[in-house]
DNA sequence: AATGAATGAGGATTCATTCAT
DNA sequence: GATGAATGAATCCTCATTCAT
């Protein structure tokens, strides 16, 4: 046992609970660089490190890797759905917004990947994808309300697996080459897509 | 020496001269159940162990993780190219082989994946992805000889970017699920796909 | 992930397969000696350490911290089996060499009060004690087949009990002062032992 | 435990000043509690979780883990004393209350086992065995004077070598059950026990 | 005086890679 | 060539302990 941090060494700051919403936003802040830097396996100590706090502290606020995936996702379908909740909104508007975060963040992909692993990935982000399906339903959902007779789409299953297929376009080095091939995907799916821009209330 | 083989020596492995050829193959076709098991991240030590070889001969065929993805991935793309050379085959044709590669491989899913992360994944597989751009390549090149003008898709790169998009919504836990998401991706993009089988010479 | 140790560091010598045997035998070692020092719940590194190799070969010896101990208390168990059957073994010779195990092994000890921590003990060492009570169970074993009737113990439960009692008498900074205190303990109880000393076939 | 408030009251933020000794009687509680479920080594956190305080707290009260252990001994010590304290108190009552407190907690159990370990056990544990034989002889000094000549046991060594070997026998899942191993230990060494229970002044 | 967040060291465990046989 | 043991770095995760509020 013996846990002893070597007793007398010098001891950091502690900036105290004071810190502890700032520190929250920092892992999560810390987690969507790493995850688009080295994807969603990425080493929790590298996000610690990169968000300036010990490695306790995110454990603190996020039990496991997939408490802080979540977060992180939370974010990115909590814009869509402000979206399309916003008055107006239109669902080229909407997918507007979800394209933006299509190119913005790579867990928010693997979001909508998550079932297509269905257990044929790797292990250790298989918790992620428990709760995955949850936040891939609530984006389905904001978009479902928006979705009108007229459209090319059949239906939100359609909706969906053309946000699938999207998501398999987004590629590149740079956020502008990301969103010219989600353009281009949504422009072969015949699909109108609005300003692709993050949601501003 | 008599003729008969009284020899009982008990021969754990046959070490004969065709043994390298065998276990390289053996190793490939592990490699193939591991990473649809567990991800292109899959430890390479059970990939030998799948193989029934140590993990020395793995090392002597594959120097590195990234060749022995590439030979997993040079046999998906050598089908597709031999479906595309072989006589009377049409884009539709060609199509359903890729399809069914696309069903059948998650590292092949990976390789359309590829230029997507363009270093924004796990480092470990940033090394596949150097080769990756190249059988890519050979895959738009197999289906460009098949483009004919009366056609959706605009060009090879619209070609390319769709394959993108159907690998995208390639999901679901068994092959006939991403067999039928696969299938409904590509008439969402107004494309005909030939049977989905592998390619039989 | 990446793993990479750093590429291109020097690697310390590796006397290869032929070691594996004296490793394990050295684990065991080191293993006896750490549990006499710091408990059955010493960090498995310190062991590897005293053994002189890597933490990687002890986890290829003992995949799990119970397996370690297992193979130490093994070796106790098997001296005692082997002095009960001996020729002309005696219950007093063979108390005297199960004597001489509560008195060198700290892990021994730990075996005879396997069950009496139930549970209630350390989660860490709770598989250690699965198996326990079948290595208990072959003690009990040895030492049944030499009561005789006319004794102060009433049968087989007594002497287990009594034994566990001893252990929990066996105190003590030295090896003689333990020893010393047994042999008080076994007189408190009216039972004869034999010289206090391991097997020797 | 005994009449030891179980600590399970809710406590707001009633910082009266009675606060700080109800503190320290809830962690004492919870310690005692913790203890029986997961040893002496359980985790402090876990231990002030329990007694519904802030891990400052515990600290306050008891600079290291040596002092919380101390602190519940000192009840269990405190009983027996009083026990042989009371009129008309003999020697079989005392014992009933000391086997109680043995049936009762592991903490006391290791008191018992103090010296036995002599350095031989965990670092973190040591601290806790400078007290021990200092609580130890307390235990001793409460029993000596009931001593009477016409005994089975020689002295006070003998005694408190008895008390270690029942203490070596106290196993079991259930208090009944080690309160059953207890008294059939102290049968073998034929020594009378009164009823096993809490003392009640 | 209490709270509970933060730090960070320590120990567990897993693999990539090398290498003696 | 093949085998599979050995090494050890990296990552995970858990606390002991401190300290701002």
Do not use: C
């Amino acid at each position: 046992m013996t846990q002893h941090p070597t007793a007398e060494e010098r001891r950091p700051a502690n900036d105290g609970p004071k810190a502890a919403a700032r520190n929250r936003a920092a892992l999560i802040a810390a987690a969507r660089e790493v995850y688009a830097e080295h994807g969603l396996d990425a080493p929790l100590s590298g996000i610690a490190r990169r968000a300036g706090v010990g490695q306790g502290v995110l454990y603190r606020h996020f039990p496991d890797r997939a408490a802080l995936a979540d977060a992180v996702l939370e974010e990115n379908v909590r814009e869509v759905e402000q979206a399309a909740a916003a008055a107006g909104a239109t669902l080229a508007g909407v997918l507007g917004v979800l394209t933006w975060h299509l190119t913005e963040s790579a867990a928010f992909i693997g979001l909508l990947h998550a079932d297509r692993t269905g257990g044929r990935t790797e292990d250790r982000t298989d918790v992620v994808h428990a709760h995955a399906s949850a936040l891939s339903e609530r984006v389905a959902r904001s978009l479902r309300g928006h979705l009108t007779g007229g459209h090319r789409l059949g239906g939100a299953d359609d909706l969906m697996l053309a946000v699938a297929m999207v998501s398999g376009a987004v590629t590149g080095p740079t956020r502008a080459e990301r969103e010219r091939r989600a353009l281009a995907a949504w422009r072969l799916l015949g699909v109108e897509v609005g300003a692709v821009r993050p949601f501003a209330g």
